[in-house]
């Protein structure tokens, strides 16, 4: 089925550790985009990515960092896990370059706890 | 950074409309306003997207003044399917790049 697919589910991580949360997704989409969701805070934009081979900093960038190599693939990275980092994360892509004009499509989402 | 504001929360009732504003005081020009839905354990997913007036499909209308810097999302004869959180997204420049920014989120709980 197309669509985005993230991986893991969900994850444990003791603090301090490096993490990276995959997102693949199969439509050929341009733009790219990391959420994480907090309670009460909704979504709040981390990175992004409007082609394959360039990235922005989204609204809570501080603590991440991400890759585009290719069009298909968009790896959060984690380098040393911090307790407020706990939060569920989603991946989503979109057809053009990042405008609010685009649709987006959410991936599933990662829960992620560092202890 | 600008942001957008929505009532944290709403009830309704089965069969009834639903309308929920967002005000969105620094939208640009070229911005256009779109809504999505979330249920419990899953992503978001679109619903309905507008520049300026009104735009309705088969879920709901979209309603947005000449001035832009409001939205009302309308849901006709909700049902219990409809409980869910629905943000409103706009896209900002801020520093030279489009930062798209979600608003916290309306909780809509609908009741038998």
């Known amino acids: 089925i197309a669509g985005i697919t993230q991986a893991p589910t969900s994850q444990i991580l003791a603090a301090g550790r490096r993490m990276t949360l995959r997102c693949t997704q199969d439509m050929r989409h341009n733009a790219m985009y990391w959420y994480r969701q907090d309670l009460g805070l909704g979504l709040r934009l981390i990175h992004y990515s409007n082609t394959a081979g360039t990235t922005g900093k989204g609204e809570v960038p501080d603590g991440y960092s991400v890759s585009r190599a290719n069009t298909d693939d968009f790896p959060l990275t984690l380098a040393s896990a911090v307790p407020s980092q706990t939060s569920v994360y989603f991946c989503?892509?979109?057809?053009?370059?990042?405008?609010?004009?685009?649709?987006?499509?959410f991936g599933p989402g990662t829960r992620l706890t560092v202890l | 950074l600008a942001k957008t504001t929505q009532p944290i929360s709403m009830d309704s009732y089965e069969g009834q409309e639903v309308n929920i504003t967002c005000s969105h005081n620094n939208i640009a020009t070229n911005d256009y306003i779109t809504w999505y839905q979330q249920f419990p354990s899953q992503g978001p997913r679109f619903i309905i997207q507008g520049y300026k007036t009104k735009v309705t499909n088969e879920v709901a209308s979209l309603f947005i003044p000449a001035d832009r810097k409001s939205s009302t999302l309308s849901l006709p004869r909700v049902s219990l399917s409809d409980t869910a959180v629905y943000y409103c997204?706009?896209?900002?420049?801020?520093?030279?790049?489009?930062?798209?920014?979600f608003g916290a989120g309306t909780r809509l709980a609908v009741h038998p």
């Open positions: 989503a892509s979109s057809d053009s370059a990042g405008t609010s004009a685009d649709t987006q499509y």
């Open positions: 997204l706009v896209g900002f420049f801020s520093g030279g790049y489009n930062k798209l920014i």
